[in-house]
């Protein structure tokens, strides 16, 4: 909607001004600039608002506005008078106007730096958020414009004005002047109103996710009058589920008599229902779903489930119309899961939800699964079925045009059904929200992650993310920095969600093993020494153990203090005539949960070989009251030592699993009731069984990482404030405003070694110098002058850093050794012109490393280390933080490399001086954080000694900062 010429001669229609916007009962709303189009909207909207608003508004009764208000809340420069509306099904529902003002308060004729700024809500729409994110943008708007600040008058009964303002988080001040409350707002961002912004943010966007996913009422639109297809499926696992609200089937081709199918009630649309529908699947070819989107919109659906394909994934006309799909739903304040969506399952006991196409619906449980891709949701479907695991949700969002990861990241977080998330993702539609969400997340609960489509122009078509030059590793790296626990499959995910949903979290990384099996306690140790974990030789029982013998074993494992979790290996016993006996699995699992019920919390995983019914007995939520008694004559709880192998053949006799006693530790625990009451009978906690060692530990293994990151996010690291002392944040600020110009290239500028040495020692960071040697000569001068001994190195591009090449000769002693060096170094490699020879002082030895800064336009700021040469470049040994870098984030990079043990003293070697190290990484994330116009620094090498540091090289880039969305307004990517 492009404003006329007399609306703005100079100011172009601000397009980018429009976002959609989540509401805080979940509806969504689309705020956008008013034009001089919007005058019969202005006043349609204005005679919906009760005369008690209109009050409030204009301090005085303002029955209707005037040919003159219309034109003057119509018509806007966009620069010193903006008006903003919120818009739901194209009808205005609430306002929001600044004027400029200059200090006397009349409007400004030279530029200001206040406003005036007033709302109106439509009755109707008050209390659901709509004046507080109409505040978010206009004031964006203004901080766009030069403006700082916003003057407000309201009147003392309007108290819910009044809390807008007051709950914004910005720096305010407030005066009652004239029968009226005077506000003034700074409009600069603060920490308050970031965390304001994004707990809005949060409540909004986990309501919008409940409303699909926890309905009163679902409508499947295109149920099959025949059995089969995939309405007629869904309303059928509809049924099955025992869906606990309303159901009905709609199809435009249904026959006027038909009053029901499979039991429920037919229609042939929406409309025709006569009672509100929370929640739509949609079924139907693509080109009839504008239609049946329609129909929901104008009847109060709240959601849709859009299960039809043929959209972003069948090519350029398929986006296109998925982009209309997503403005067509949200017009209507509805949002989408899909389209090409395999549908969603709630197991919460007041909802039952099943409104997927799942043959398998694994039982209730507090598992989250979120899922791109149907095929895999399929997959995990039926991996957590065959496993006895359970789902608290399941969510296949399709193309996720609307509906992410990252909105049911914000519905988990405080979701009490659910402990553990398991996300399987294709694309990251917005990584650096993505980021903040999983940490945030994964300080309360357990977040697992499977990244397909991990190569560089994978992305799979559906999906429209924006582009990232970050390697997966870095990915990968920047998750496990946010406390993410990623996986390479989906069996791994299902293993390690698992084991994270039935067990405590270990407190360490000490690992007891016990079993039947030699072999596979040695295989189970292996696996363990293979990922980092600390395991003691394992115990074996030998093939004579009996159930009680591993119930003992077991207890006295967990209650050992030098013992954090316990992998118990269980091959079948050998039976007289040679069989292997595999149907005790039952007994087994028994008095393995009984075991690890009664002792301490620690996590215990099962390694079986072909034991039947073992994992699933394992899997089961059982009550000791239903423990099965085990009625065999005892053996001995330690078979001796010194047996005949033949004997140690013989198939044990189990003994009686003892009923739990009054006075055991299991009662002890659960002794909460009171006098006369009766005890709760206690539930035993499933326990995860593998079919192989290295599964079960690499599930521990995560496991242990995931703890360790926990308790250190408890406590979060800090930047040293010494730091403060030694930058000049203002000088570099005003060296890179001169450096960029008042016209800066979109593609930015390399900055010269000196420009880059000067800007770098703003922030304590000093380059050591090189002086240029275009001939044999200006090298002997340059020698001279910063003294012997030497370095002579190349700056050509081709060359840089590339030692291997002949490009470096160090130590130079003195001028002889420099002009043969000189003559070497061109006669190998070309004329000086070429090589840009340049000498440089040398450095104390040390271990030579690189630093580096970028700014990726979908992540962020990245902070990267390694060690410098051939060997890190080719085994990709770097490691990587987001920036802002704390000092733990700066410790964690040194010594989370492969090769770290260099810098501590391997071998004997003196160690290094790390905590330079970390100061240098810490300067340089706040120079990129300080300034995003700094989208690339490269230290390179820095080479550490026993004693300090020096940087021998360094480039930096400047260009005009990315956009950061993280930090505007709260909006949904447009379309």
Request: proline share 8%; with cysteine.
């Amino acid at each position: 909607m492009q404003p006329t010429p007399e609306q703005s001669p100079h100011h172009a229609y601000p397009d980018h001004w429009e976002a959609d916007v989540v509401l805080r009962d979940g509806g969504t709303a689309r705020i956008r600039p008013i034009t001089t189009d919007d005058a019969e909207r202005l006043v349609s909207f204005y005679e919906q608002v009760s005369d008690e608003s209109k009050y409030y508004r204009f301090f005085a009764p303002y029955p209707r506005l005037s040919d003159k208000d219309v034109h003057r809340f119509t018509h806007h420069d966009y620069v010193d008078r903006v008006g903003l509306a919120v818009t739901i099904g194209g009808e205005f529902i609430a306002t929001v106007r600044y004027d400029r003002i200059d200090a006397t308060g009349r409007p400004a004729s030279v530029p200001a730096d206040e406003a005036e700024v007033a709302f109106l809500v439509q009755d109707a729409h008050q209390g659901r958020g709509v004046a507080s994110a109409l505040l978010e943008h206009i004031a964006a708007v203004a901080r766009e414009r030069g403006i700082r600040r916003f003057a407000a008058e309201v009147l003392p009964a309007n108290n819910k004005m009044i809390k807008v303002f007051r709950d914004a988080g910005y720096t305010q001040q407030r005066s009652f002047e004239d029968g009226a409350v005077h506000l003034t707002l700074d409009l600069e961002p603060t920490a308050e109103s970031l965390a304001v912004q994004r707990a809005r943010e949060q409540r909004a966007e986990a309501r919008s996710v409940q409303r699909l996913i926890a309905p009163g009422s679902v409508a499947v639109v295109g149920t099959g009058r025949n059995p089969g297809g995939v309405g007629r499926t869904v309303l059928r696992n509809l049924l099955a589920a025992g869906f606990t609200g309303r159901t009905y089937a709609v199809n435009s081709a249904f026959a006027a008599d038909q009053a029901t199918i499979d039991g429920v009630p037919a229609h042939r649309s929406i409309g025709e229902i006569g009672e509100p529908v929370d929640l739509a699947v949609v079924a139907v070819p693509a080109d009839r779903v504008p239609e049946a989107v329609t129909d929901c919109g104008e009847h109060g659906v709240q959601g849709l489930v859009v299960l039809s394909a043929g959209y972003a994934e069948w090519g350029a006309e398929g986006r296109e119309r998925q982009r209309e799909l997503v403005r067509h739903a949200r017009s209507y304040g509805m949002r989408i899961i899909g389209p090409n969506a395999f549908g969603v399952i709630n197991n919460s006991e007041a909802v039952r939800l099943n409104a997927s196409l799942a043959p398998e619906s694994p039982a209730p449980g507090r598992i989250g699964l979120f899922t791109q891709s149907g095929a895999i949701g399929i997959a995990l479907l039926s991996g957590l079925y065959r496993r006895g695991a359970g789902l608290s949700t399941f969510i296949s969002a399709g193309n996720r045009a609307d509906i992410s990861g990252n909105d049911f990241l914000q519905y988990w977080y405080e979701d009490p059904d659910t402990d553990v998330v398991l996300l399987y993702l294709e694309s990251l539609g917005n990584p650096r929200k993505f980021t903040r969400l999983a940490r945030r997340t994964a300080a309360v609960k357990p977040v697992v992650v499977v990244k397909g489509a991990r190569h560089s122009g994978s992305t799979p078509p559906g999906h429209a993310v924006p582009v990232s030059r970050i390697p997966d590793a870095t990915v990968s790296a920047l998750m496990r920095q946010a406390g993410v626990i990623r996986v390479d499959t989906v069996t791994e995910m299902v293993d390690a969600g698992l084991l994270l949903a039935d067990q405590p979290l270990p407190e360490g990384p000490r690992v007891a093993i016990l079993g039947n099996s030699e072999s596979l306690g040695l295989l189970t140790y292996d696996a363990c020494l293979a990922e980092g974990l600390r395991p003691r030789p394992p115990r074996d029982l030998t093939t004579a153990a009996t159930p009680q013998n591993f119930r003992d074993a077991l207890a006295e494992a967990l209650a050992d203090r030098s013992c954090d979790a316990v992998v118990v290996t269980a091959i079948p016993w050998v039976g007289e005539n040679g069989e292997a006996e595999s149907g005790d699995g039952e007994v087994l699992a028994a008095a393995l949960r009984t075991a690890a019920a009664t002792g301490p919390a620690k996590p215990v995983a099962v390694v079986h070989v072909e034991i039947g019914g073992l994992a699933e007995a394992l899997a089961a939520a059982t009550s000791t009251a239903a423990l099965p008694r085990v009625v065999r004559a005892s053996a001995p709880a330690v078979p001796d030592a010194s047996a005949a192998p033949a004997d140690r053949a013989v198939p044990p006799t189990a003994q009686a699993v003892p009923p739990t006693a009054p006075g055991d530790q299991l009662t002890q625990q659960r002794s909460d009731t009171g006098p006369g009451e009766t005890p709760a009978v206690p539930t035993l906690g499933r326990i995860p069984a593998y079919p192989a060692a290295e599964r079960a530990v690499r599930a521990l293994a995560e496991a242990v990482k995931y703890a360790q990151w926990r308790r250190q996010a408890a406590v979060p690291g800090k930047v040293p404030e010494f730091l403060d002392d030694t930058i000049d944040e203002a000088g570099a600020a005003a060296r890179i405003d001169a450096l960029l110009g008042p016209d800066p290239d979109p593609r930015g500028r390399p900055l010269s070694h000196d420009e880059a040495c000067e800007l770098l020692g703003r922030y304590g960071v000093t380059v050591r110098p090189t002086l240029p040697a275009p001939d044999p000569d200006a090298a002997v001068a340059a020698a001279a002058r910063l003294g012997y001994p030497v370095a002579l190195k190349t700056t050509a591009p081709h060359l840089r850093h590339r030692a291997d090449l002949g490009g470096v000769r160090l130590d130079v002693a003195n001028e002889a050794a420099l002009r043969r060096a000189y003559g070497e170094l061109t006669d190998l490699l070309g004329k000086p012109t070429e090589l840009q020879p340049v000498v440089q002082s040398m450095a104390p030895r040390g271990v030579d490393t690189v630093v580096r800064a970028t700014i990726d336009p979908a992540a962020g700021a990245v902070l990267s280390f390694g060690l410098a040469g051939a060997p890190s470049e080719l085994l990709g040994d770097t490691a990587h933080r987001l920036v802002p870098a704390t000092d733990r984030d700066a410790a964690e990079l040194i010594r989370s490399i492969r090769a770290a043990p260099v810098l501590f003293g391997w071998r004997g070697s003196a160690p290094v001086d790390t905590a330079a190290l970390e100061e240098l990484l810490l300067r340089v994330s706040r120079l990129v954080d300080d300034h995003p116009e700094v989208v690339s620094v490269a230290l390179e090498p820095v080479v550490v000694a026993t004693q300090g540091l020096t940087v021998l090289g360094a480039s930096v880039r400047l260009a005009p900062p990315p956009a950061r969305t993280d930090l505007g307004p709260r909006r949904l990517p447009n379309y």
